[in-house]
Nanobody, 115 residues
Framework: QVQLVESGGGLVQPGGSLRLSCTAS????????MGWYRQAPGKQRELVAD???????NYADSVKGRFTISRDNAKNTVYLQMNNLEPEDTAVYYC?????????WGRGTQVTVSS
């Protein structure tokens, strides 16, 4: 029922920045957690950051100080501002929404950090 649409991925040089966006449709209840996960080739999917309806955030140690997650509840949208990108950040980034006892996923957007 919930649909997530991601945008903002692309090719960036090391040290550059990108901003990912994810908008959720068909939202009825206001209390839900949204987050970003990523999966690099040959590696497991990992949590990058998430944010609750009240604004509490969590970050993976590898991105602390470089990435910032935020949300606009009126637009049902979550953002991931990525600064000082490194080649190790290259992955497919997936938007996630957790509501009640259900998880919903976007199709993913490619982020490539390369010279």
């Amino acid at each position: 029922q919930v649909q997530l649409v991601e945008s903002g991925g692309g090719l960036v040089q090391p040290g550059g920045s990108l901003r990912l966006s994810c908008t959720a449709s068909r939202i009825i209840f206001n209390i839900y957690t949204m987050g970003w996960y990523r999966q690099a080739p040959g590696k497991q999917r990992e949590l990058v950051a998430d944010i609750t309806s009240g604004g509490s955030t969590n970050y993976a140690d590898s991105v602390k100080g470089r990435f910032t997650i935020s949300r606009d509840n009126a637009k049902n949208t979550v953002y991931l501002q990525m600064n000082n990108l490194e080649p190790e950040d290259t992955a497919v980034y997936y938007c996630n929404l957790f509501r009640r006892d259900s998880n919903f996923w976007g199709r993913g957007t490619q982020v490539t950090v390369s010279s």
